[in-house]
């Protein structure tokens, strides 16, 4: 019997404004047309895979992310065994396609496209949800994207455990919060009053708050309707907060994002085939986003 391995799955909320139905299939139908798009450094990725996912009442779109090394064709090579530098054709330096990429990497990914989801699930065992955010906004730059959707919005889903630790936080010295508009997030009352009031109200798609507190020695104290900015912020993954202040148990200055804390759940799967892992992170997806 094979040994089980465990995954992890993270949770990326892409929004698009405005959201008629059937936008987010043709956008990540275009996204993965674009060639690539920057990572970090000399990496780079692009959707290499992408087909329609049917399942009983599931219907979803199934893909793969691809990273791989972005080579200068310029550069000169080394020699390690002889220990000399290779510069030229000529002496031995490997003439290589412009088109061919090393260091390919893939990651699957279920996407939900409906008006109420909207919602990326992947395995984010060696591709950090930082990364894959800059994957998917880098793509979403391309004239192409941006002439026919707009502005596209990609962020990670994150726990509470950001928020309880920047309200625990005995000298909260700076808070800055983004948030964009949400699309049909499944808010609270208060959450969504703020969206109301705030950003559907006054007609933006993102505000961005900066506060600081009277004086140095004082504490910001956030109020029923920041708490709600928050929260739409990182659990929903429709922005981020960054809080600055003192360590309540070591008085200590920290730093909190809440892009440090993303949302991650366990998926163990005893198989290694593709379809098998496909209709497992299906599943987790069900249950994440409560669909019977």
Same mark, same amino acid.
């Given at each position: 019997?094979?040994?089980?391995?465990?995954? *992890?799955? +993270?949770?990326?909320?892409?929004?698009?404004?405005?959201?008629?139905?059937?936008?987010?299939?043709?956008?990540?139908? +275009?996204?993965?047309?674009?060639?690539?798009?920057? %990572?970090?450094?000399?990496?780079?990725?692009?959707? @290499?895979? &992408?087909?329609?996912? /049917?399942?009983? $009442?599931?219907?979803? &779109?199934?893909?793969?992310?691809?990273?791989?090394?972005?080579? $200068?064709?310029?550069?000169? *090579?080394? !020699?390690?065994?002889?220990?000399?530098? =290779?510069?030229?054709?000529?002496?031995?330096?490997?003439?290589?396609?412009?088109?061919?990429?090393?260091?390919?990497?893939?990651?699957?990914?279920?996407?939900?496209?409906?008006?109420?989801?909207?919602?990326?699930?992947?395995?984010?065992? /060696?591709?950090?949800?930082?990364?894959?955010?800059?994957?998917?906004?880098?793509?979403?730059?391309?004239?192409?994207?941006?002439?026919?959707?707009?502005?596209?919005?990609?962020?990670?889903?994150?726990?509470?455990?950001? =928020?309880?630790?920047?309200?625990? &936080?005995?000298?909260?010295?700076?808070?800055?919060?983004?948030?964009?508009?949400?699309?049909? !997030?499944?808010?609270?009352?208060?959450? #969504?009053?703020?969206?109301?009031?705030?950003?559907?109200?006054?007609?933006?798609?993102?505000? #961005?708050?900066?506060?600081?507190?009277?004086? /140095?020695?004082?504490? %910001?104290?956030? @109020?029923?309707?920041?708490?709600?900015?928050?929260?739409?912020?990182? =659990?929903?993954? @429709?922005?981020?907060?960054?809080?600055?202040?003192?360590?309540?148990?070591?008085?200590?200055?920290?730093?909190?994002? /809440?892009?440090?804390?993303?949302?991650?759940?366990?998926?163990?799967?005893?198989?290694? #085939?593709?379809?098998?892992?496909? @209709?497992?992170?299906?599943?987790? +997806?069900?249950? *994440?986003?409560?669909?019977?």
């Amino acid at each position: 019997m094979p040994r089980s391995k465990k995954f *992890w799955v +993270a949770c990326l909320n892409i929004t698009v404004h405005p959201h008629e139905d059937g936008v987010y299939e043709r956008l990540m139908k +275009a996204l993965a047309k674009v060639k690539s798009a920057p %990572i970090y450094g000399d990496e780079r990725g692009a959707i @290499n895979y &992408l087909q329609p996912y /049917s399942r009983g $009442d599931i219907s979803c &779109l199934i893909g793969t992310f691809v990273r791989f090394t972005n080579l $200068d064709p310029h550069t000169g *090579w080394y !020699d390690e065994e002889n220990k000399t530098n =290779i510069d030229s054709p000529d002496k031995g330096r490997p003439i290589i396609p412009p088109n061919f990429k090393p260091n390919r990497r893939e990651t699957i990914f279920v996407f939900f496209p409906g008006p109420r989801h909207h919602k990326l699930f992947y395995i984010c065992n /060696s591709f950090s949800p930082t990364k894959a955010c800059k994957l998917l906004s880098g793509l979403a730059e391309d004239k192409v994207i941006k002439k026919n959707f707009g502005a596209v919005n990609v962020e990670m889903m994150t726990t509470r455990d950001a =928020i309880e630790q920047i309200l625990r &936080l005995s000298l909260l010295s700076s808070l800055f919060i983004r948030v964009n508009l949400p699309n049909n !997030d499944h808010l609270s009352d208060e959450e #969504q009053a703020f969206v109301d009031y705030c950003l559907d109200g006054q007609n933006v798609r993102m505000i #961005q708050q900066d506060m600081r507190p009277k004086s /140095s020695t004082d504490s %910001i104290k956030p @109020n029923d309707q920041t708490k709600a900015m928050m929260r739409v912020a990182t =659990i929903h993954g @429709n922005g981020y907060v960054v809080a600055k202040g003192r360590d309540r148990d070591t008085g200590g200055r920290r730093e909190i994002s /809440s892009r440090d804390h993303p949302d991650k759940r366990e998926m163990e799967i005893d198989s290694q #085939q593709t379809n098998v892992i496909v @209709n497992s992170l299906v599943n987790l +997806a069900r249950k *994440w986003l409560k669909i019977k």
